[in-house]
């Protein structure tokens, strides 16, 4: 074991201030930080325990919004009623998610700051660029193991994906997360959260040194209610997706006015289908249409010769998905 310094702050200050230091890791739930300290993926001087500082509060707003605090337990957001309401497909991917053992213990904010996958990365006996920049990856190069990984890849240096299923629910409703740092909070929409940059692949978001995620908050949409995540993996429960997707539909006299669509398991951030939402806007809500959407926007998918079967997958998931919406 690695000795590491733990502390429990009582306020945000002192846990930003702390969370700064060189070395220093969060710990919310512990669900992803935890399990990367035992292989030696993460090796933290400092582990600040955000448990006394975080909000656990889910609250209406005014205009029909909803805010939901950091530390909300994945279990409370995935049963609360005004998000199983207003957000269906919010509740069910939370519930999509591990273990309910898991969902007890996870936070909001943790599950969206959890570390993008590889076997690669969670390996340290094997190179890898996320851990070591200029190492390689194995994914990447003839006979690796890409299976479950990125089909929209961004460089060759790592298609590690993002694997919060809640992350990809609120990248369709337009979430924003709530950022406390040393200069004050700021906004920050979630589709422009999550990064990636071939000089610096460890970096995953845009969080800077002892910033912590304080809130979500999802804007008010009418046609939110009528909504759906599903999720296609290996095993019925306690697995990340190969594919998944958060849909939202509004069709009016056989119309579609309104629609929304993000992919999980397909890149290293939740994936917004912009394309497949403006070819879905103004046409009729048929499978066809819903197929014809799809196809346009895995136009520019490149998977590997081991992940190819994802664009078919995706596009089956999301017609079959839009077709149960309308």
């Known amino acids: 074991m690695r ?6 702050p009582q306020s945000l200050e002192e846990a930003m201030r702390l969370g700064a230091e060189p070395g220093a890791k969060f710990l919310a739930g512990g669900t992803n930080l935890v399990d990367l300290m035992k292989l030696e993926v993460e090796r933290p001087t400092g582990v ?57 213990l996870a936070t909001t904010g943790g599950n969206l700051l959890q570390r993008n996958r590889c076997v690669y990365f ?43 299923d809640l992350a990809v629910a609120l990248t369709a409703f337009d979430a924003e997360l709530v950022i406390a740092g040393s200069d004050g909070e700021r906004r ?31 804007p008010a949409l009418s046609f939110a209610p009528n909504s759906r995540y599903a999720k296609v993996r290996d ?36 994936w917004r289908a912009h394309v497949a939402e403006r070819a879905l806007i103004g046409a009729a809500p048929t499978p066809d249409t819903f197929a014809s959407a799809i196809t346009a926007e895995l136009g520019s998918a490149t998977p590997t010769a081991d992940n190819a079967f994802k664009v078919t997958l995706a596009r089956n998931l999301v017609v079959s998905t839009l077709t149960g919406l309308a």
């Not at 000795?3 to 429990?8: G, M, T, V």
């Not at 070591?132 to 298609?159: H, Y």
């Not at 958060?246 to 993000?262: N, P, Q, Y």
Request: proline residues 6%.
């Open 235 to 270: 095993r019925a429960s306690f697995a990340f997706a190969l594919v998944s997707v958060a849909a939202a539909l509004d069709v009016e006299a056989d119309t579609i006015v309104g629609a929304r669509l993000a992919l999980g398991g397909v890149a290293h951030k939740p």
């Open 48 to 104: 600040v325990d955000l448990g006394a500082v975080l909000d656990r509060e889910i609250r209406e707003l005014d205009g029909g919004a909803v805010r939901i605090g950091a530390g909300v337990r994945n279990t409370e957001l995935g049963a609360d009623p005004v998000i199983r309401r207003k957000y269906p497909a919010v509740s069910r991917a939370v519930l999509a998610g591990a273990s309910g053992q898991v969902r007890n």
């Open 3 to 8: 000795p590491f310094a733990y502390s429990r």
């Open 122 to 164: 969670q390996d340290v006996s094997r190179p890898c660029n996320k851990r070591d920049p200029g190492s390689g990856c194995p994914a990447v190069a003839t006979g690796g193991a890409s299976r479950g990984l990125a089909i929209f890849a961004q460089d060759p240096v790592c298609i590690a994906t993002h694997t919060s």
């Open 188 to 218: 920050v929409p979630i589709e422009g959260f999550y990064t990636f940059d071939g000089r610096e692949p460890g970096r995953e978001t845009v969080m800077g040194p002892g910033e912590i995620i304080v809130a979500v908050e999802l």
